[in-house]
């Protein structure tokens, strides 16, 4: 059964960086698109970054563009979330989530527990 433990959060000032990463156990990610979500306190919870299977495919939500890069290394069954120029408003719990399949258009079905980010002087 595949389980994926975020890691990486943590306190940043606004303008910094954080590297989230998603690991998976009990199964390969290869055959899955892998997705990042955020949760803010008191707001739903919102699609912002996704992987395809292979890599060669991704997609981020307008208030990330530019800012944050999604990447894989199957290798080490890891997906990472490179978030740079982070705001107040990135602020939230990230989760990242296995699709069921190898697009980012097919549903989620595995999440992970989460990790906390949170950007304040």
């Known amino acids: 059964q595949l389980q994926l433990v975020e890691s990486g959060g943590g306190l940043v000032q606004p303008g910094g960086s954080l590297r989230l990463s998603c690991a998976a156990s009990g199964s390969t990610l290869d055959y899955y698109a892998i997705g990042w979500f955020r949760q803010a306190p008191g707001k739903e919870r919102e699609g912002v970054s996704c992987i395809d299977s292979s890599g060669g495919s991704t997609n981020y939500a307008d208030s990330v563009k530019g800012r944050f890069t999604i990447s894989r290394d199957n290798a080490k069954n890891t997906v990472y979330l490179q978030m740079n120029s982070l705001k107040p408003e990135d602020t939230a719990v990230y989760y990242c989530?296995?699709?069921?399949?190898?697009?980012?258009?097919?549903?989620?079905?595995?999440w992970g527990q989460g990790t906390q980010v949170a950007v304040s002087s």
């Open positions: 989530a296995a699709r069921y399949g190898s697009s980012c258009l097919m549903p989620v079905w595995s």
